[in-house]
């Protein structure tokens, strides 16, 4: 097993640089309040508020861990800037940036407690910004993205294009510089590789997929299913299914009026899920979906969660393609559901799909609990039902 690694950011930007160099943190923030921290320039600010989230953490673990803290702060003409917040604030932020440059320091605190260690560094990259006109950055304004990153800009989102150029680490100006991280693991005993985290697809073969439906209750079932989760769906937007199986339960969705693609990594499954969702199907990841962010009015999870050793990655995944309103629609306490109907306790160990759980980790992405409903699956042996909870999350 991998160890146990933290990150103590809320960051989707920092998040979605470690899942891309093949690292999968788990994400604890850490509640620092950021704004009443001084310090005697922009770069220290930056080190010492990483090392406050990361201490923050730490503070409140039970076991052992290697926590990594992190803060961007931009320092323009030897002040140092953060999130602007308001639309004021970033429109005059960007009205003094505009052809000229900065620097974005980035603190770094990690800490492994099983070594008791504690190290703390600063990587600063040198960013040219492009001669906005009033106009572009009324419009990057109104987007909201400048609101929330530090320094009011972004080199890998809506932002790029009006950076000119960098001198440094690229990474670091996204968030975290990882070639410093590499180092610093390295001083702590641990190499990056060691961190990688490979994964299994939870698969079928091609006999246990062109029985799948027939055994787990049909047609019925499924348009059960389809008819509680379409319940709970903004009408005529753009809905992602995730692990969508054969597409049962899509096309069922579909002729409710819904426009779904689908994911999946079983081949098996997808073979006949492209002939219920031609064009609309695609072999994937649910924790690495091949979806900008912010593109999709709704994502469906049946049956998925509590197939999962860790649903946390899935669940980041789904806030990062959602936009603001969108919502999340997925199957929960399946495993207690059917031991209800077989007449047996329920389970003691946390599934990924416990409600307390999924309500726990949607919070930390900015996805709230605001809808639920339920459907009755095929009768058991004991002549009773299973009743399956569907809840629904809105992106904040």
């Known amino acids: 097993m991998s160890p146990r690694f933290v990150l103590a950011s809320a960051s989707p930007a920092r998040l979605k640089t470690l899942r891309a160099a093949g690292i999968e943190p788990e994400v604890i923030v850490s509640g620092v309040d950021e704004d009443h921290v001084t310090a005697e320039n922009p770069g220290e600010l930056a080190r010492l508020l990483a090392t406050l989230k990361a201490r923050a953490v730490v503070a409140n673990l039970t076991d052992h861990a290697t926590v990594l803290g992190c803060d961007s702060v931009l320092e323009f003409d030897g002040e140092p800037y953060g999130k602007p917040e308001t639309p004021d604030i970033a429109r005059e932020r960007w009205r003094m940036m505009r052809g000229r440059s900065g620097v974005l320091h980035t603190g770094h605190c990690l800490i492994d407690t099983a070594g008791k260690q504690e190290l703390r560094e600063l990587s600063s990259t040198k960013v040219e910004f492009a001669d906005l006109t009033d106009e572009e950055i009324d419009a990057y304004v109104a987007t909201g993205e400048p609101l929330v990153v530090a ?6 989102g809506l932002g790029g294009p009006f950076v000119t150029a960098i001198e440094g680490d690229y990474h670091n100006v996204v968030g975290l510089s990882l070639p410093l991280l590499r180092r610093m693991l390295i001083e702590v005993g641990m190499s990056w590789p060691e961190l990688w985290k490979t994964q299994q697809p939870y698969s079928y073969d091609e006999t246990v997929a062109s029985s799948y439906d027939e055994t787990r209750g049909g047609f019925v079932r499924a ?28 096309a069922e969705l579909v002729a409710l009026g819904n426009l779904v693609h689908g994911v999946d990594l079983s081949t098996a499954m997808l073979r006949h899920a492209r002939v219920r969702l031609p064009g609309h199907v695609a072999a994937a ?52 559901a059917g031991r209800y109907a077989d007449s047996r306790t329920p389970d003691d160990t946390r599934s990924q799909d416990a409600l307390s759980h999924l309500v726990a980790t949607a919070a930390r992405y900015g996805l709230v609990l605001d809808g639920a409903t339920s459907f009755v699956g095929p009768t058991r042996n004991t002549g009773d039902a299973p009743v399956y909870p569907v809840v629904r999350f809105r992106r904040t």
């Open 151 to 156: 320094g009011a800009f972004t080199v890998d």
């Open 223 to 250: 348009e059960a299913a389809a008819r509680a989760v379409d319940s709970l769906l903004p009408k005529g937007g753009r809905v992602l299914e995730l692990a969508v199986g054969t597409g049962i339960v899509g």
């Open 285 to 336: 990841d649910a924790a690495r979906l091949p979806v900008a962010d912010r593109r999709c009015d709704a994502v469906v999870a049946v049956w998925l969660l509590h197939l999962l050793d860790d649903s946390d990655p899935v669940i980041a995944e789904v806030a990062r393609v959602l936009r603001t309103d969108g919502v999340f629609v997925t199957t929960t306490e399946k495993s207690d």
